[in-house]
């Protein structure tokens, strides 16, 4: 049998973007990975002088690709966006719009996987053995961009008429308030948690955690909440118990051995997985995969840092765990198992450390003391 050559799209983006990617690569290659990489253009730069930051030729690659890398990008409000724009594009009527929400959105990748691990001797974990892995839904909820300002007299007078709870706001004048409205659908909850079961069966995970607030917000995360019920007899294997929200807050920080594998709606899964990353070392640390049925982009979750921008000073091991994550979902899991012992070993050596770990080597060294280890 011949082995795969894989189309991995190479989606640096900006700032430190470009430094982290370049470490990455450096363990890919080490790695004797069977693959291409495919540059794309996105990020800060082709909004400027293009009006696009993500071009539709970068969006023709991802459609023939295996996977993506992709590092970070700059984004700033509308109006600021607008201001930067080359004089030949100002005044056209161009939106700002973040590539990464579209890049879901086209692909439909639903699932944001984010695992956060505790690797003895690394200086900024919260406490050892953290272990845990966060399924966020990532399509839908309140960020599905369903939003109202100033508010539509249609709108209100319907929901004046529906709902007696909204009888306290519907004397307000439109400009007074606003709405976002939270759409939550029995596909994206269904797929979302399947998939946090499926991976703790296939890890060996004893438990998922079905993270919620249906006391409160009953429409939504009630029904949420009741598919992965429902879902659960399915998986007889695997414990299953839930925890509101707020509470997670407290008992993740209490008590984190207590959890395992852990699903929400998108909100609550962003929110509970940028704590679950400051656990376990903070931006530096924090990996993610967006994943869909088709396509696969791996990506640090932290963002372009322009003040750090191609001083390769930053710590690329959470673009590196990104990149194992991207191993993984390829099916390469001895590769990925390779590189997460490298890069435990590096902290655990704590030889090398970046300036976020109390040291002073630079992103690249970082970058080739775990392929050292390959
Ligand atoms: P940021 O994540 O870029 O950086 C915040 C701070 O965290 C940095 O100044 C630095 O001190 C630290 N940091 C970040 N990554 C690090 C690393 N790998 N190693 C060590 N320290 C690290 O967040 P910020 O400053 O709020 O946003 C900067 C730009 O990035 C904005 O334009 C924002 O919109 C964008 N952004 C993009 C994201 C993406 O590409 N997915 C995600 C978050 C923000
Ligand atoms: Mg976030």
Redesign the pocket.
């Known amino acids: 049998m011949t082995e795969k050559k894989y189309r991995i799209a190479w989606l640096p983006?900006d700032?430190?973007?470009v430094d982290?990617l370049d470490a990455t690569k450096i363990v890919l290659e080490k790695l004797k990975l069977n693959a291409e990489y495919i540059h794309g253009d996105i990020g800060w730069e082709f909004w400027r002088t293009e009006g696009d930051a993500l071009p539709q030729r970068t969006i023709d690659l991802l459609h023939t690709v295996d996977a993506a890398m992709f590092g970070?990008?700059?984004?700033?409000p509308v109006k600021a966006a607008e201001e930067e724009l080359v004089p030949e594009l100002k005044g056209k009527g161009l939106i700002y719009r973040s590539p990464?929400v579209r890049m879901r959105q086209m692909f439909d990748l639903y699932i944001c996987l984010r695992p956060c691990k505790a690797y003895p001797g690394n200086p900024l974990n919260y406490k050892d053995d953290v272990d845990l892995v966060v399924f966020r839904e990532n399509t839908e909820d309140l960020y599905a961009g369903v939003e109202f300002s100033p508010v539509p007299q249609e709108l209100a007078t319907t929901l004046g008429q529906l709902s007696k709870p909204f009888g306290v706001f519907k004397d307000l004048p439109l400009d007074q308030y606003a709405i976002s409205c939270k759409v939550v659908t029995r596909k994206g909850s269904e797929r979302i948690i399947r998939a946090a079961f499926d991976y703790a069966r296939k890890y060996g995970r004893k438990k998922v955690t079905i993270i919620h607030k249906a006391n409160v917000v009953r429409a939504t995360e009630g029904m949420f909440f009741d598919i992965a019920k429902e879902v659960h007899k399915d998986y007889p294997d695997i414990e299953m118990d839930d925890a509101n929200v707020d509470a997670i807050c407290m008992w993740l920080l209490k008590n984190p051995k207590n959890y395992d594998v852990m699903v929400a709606t998108n909100m609550f899964g962003d929110i509970i997985s940028d704590l679950g990353a400051q656990m376990v070392g903070?931006?530096?640390f924090g990996c993610s995969g967006n994943i869909g049925l088709k396509l696969g982009v791996f990506?640090?979750?932290?963002?372009?840092?322009?003040?750090?921008a191609g001083q390769y000073k930053?710590?690329?091991i959470?673009t590196i765990l990104s990149a194992k994550m991207m191993l993984d979902w390829l099916g390469e899991t001895e590769k990925a198992a390779a590189v997460e012992k490298a890069v435990a070993e590096v902290i655990r050596e704590g030889k090398v450390r970046?300036?976020?770990m109390g040291g002073s080597n630079s992103t690249i060294e970082m970058g080739e003391a775990i392929a050292a280890r390959l």
């Open positions: 983006g700032g430190i973007g982290v970070a990008i700059t984004s700033k990464i903070g931006l530096g990506e640090p979750s932290h963002g372009s840092a322009p003040k750090y930053v710590n690329p959470a970046t300036y976020d």
